[in-house]
Structure formats: C-alpha cells, structure tokens
C-alpha cells in the first residue's frame, strides 16, 4: 500500500483518532498525523517519509521493521510501546517518549532526540550514528549491547544505566560529567 497527504483527513477535521489501527507492507508518504491519538497502533515492514506525526500519541504500540525517514517526531508519545529493528534516519524527534518502551535492534541516524524520556525502557542493541540524545532521561533503564558512538550525550539524567554501553573517547566528558552529577559530586 501507498499512502500520501491527499489521503489523510484534513486538519480542519481536528485530531486524528485510529486506536487499534494495524498498516501492513506499506510506504506512508508526508502523512500529517500531528496530535493524533493512535493507541495500540501496529506498523509492520512500514516506511514513513516525510511525514509529521508530532504530539501523537500511540501508547502500547508495536513497531516492527519500520524505517522513518526525515520525519518530525516531536513530542512523540510511544509508552509501553515494542520496536523491533526500526530506524529513525534524519528525524527531529526531541522530547520523544520511549517510557517503559522496549527497544530491540534500534537504529538512530542524523536523529534529534533531545530531552527523550526513556525512563524504565528496557534496550537491547541500539545503535548511533550522528543522533543528538542531549538531556535525554534515563533513570531506571537498562541497555544491553548499545553502541553510543557517535551520539552526543551531554546533560542525561540517569546516566548510569548506560552501564555495558560502548561510547567513544570524544564522548567521556559528557558522559563523565552526567555520573558525577548523578552521584551528587560537587565540583568547585
């Protein structure tokens, strides 16, 4: 399937409802879902490009190969949700939450994720390339087999779960900073 603008409702028809929706082997291109409430939504082999879906929010998806490609993201409310091998290639999601989320075979490539709130998500090989998770939340997650490299990770909040994580030698400061913070170390 093959979905474009001329195929969603339009914005003066108000936030979009689709809870239960389940899309199947299907490219979605520059859909604007923004603020849609999409609970329990299931997208399996799915691409979206282009598409903004801002404000959505889609507690307890399931997200099985989907690949987002420069889609805005912000503010994106996936809860208790399941991603099993998804990419997020050149997207602006800051402030996405991934809270209680599972995350298994993650990309995120040229991705903004600033302020993204993975607070109790359970991670297992995520891997970076040029993602910006500046003051991302961390607290009471676990990462397994999670390559950082590449990512900018200043100012996290829970910076400890990142345990086992590979990071590289640019990146020690920042994470550094982020665990004595955490620990309650003074620096004067």
């Known amino acids: 399937m093959w979905a474009s603008a001329e195929d969603a409702p339009a914005p003066a028809e108000g936030a979009v409802q ?48 989907v690949r987002f490609v420069g889609c ?52 297992a090989d995520l891997s970076t390339d040029g993602a910006d998770l500046r003051g991302a939340t961390l607290d009471k997650a676990s990462f397994a087999a999670a390559d950082l490299r590449g990512a900018d990770l200043e100012d996290l909040r829970g910076a400890s779960a990142l345990r086992g994580s590979l990071i590289s030698p640019e990146q020690v400061l920042g994470v550094g900073l982020a665990l004595i913070a955490e620990a309650g170390i003074r620096v004067e």
């Open 18 to 65: 689709m809870g239960g929706a389940e899309i199947r082997e299907s490219i979605l291109q520059d859909i604007r879902l923004s603020s849609a409430r999409a609970d329990s939504l299931r997208l399996t082999d799915v691409e979206l490009r282009g598409c903004d879906l801002s404000g959505m929010v889609a507690d307890g998806a399931t997200l099985t190969r």
């Open 72 to 123: 805005r993201l912000t503010g994106v409310v996936l809860s208790d949700s399941r991603l099993t091998d998804v990419s997020f290639d050149d997207c602006h999601a800051d402030m996405i939450n991934l809270r209680m989320a599972r995350l298994h075979r993650v990309r995120l490539s040229s991705t903004r994720c600033r302020q993204a709130d993975l607070m109790e998500a359970r991670v």
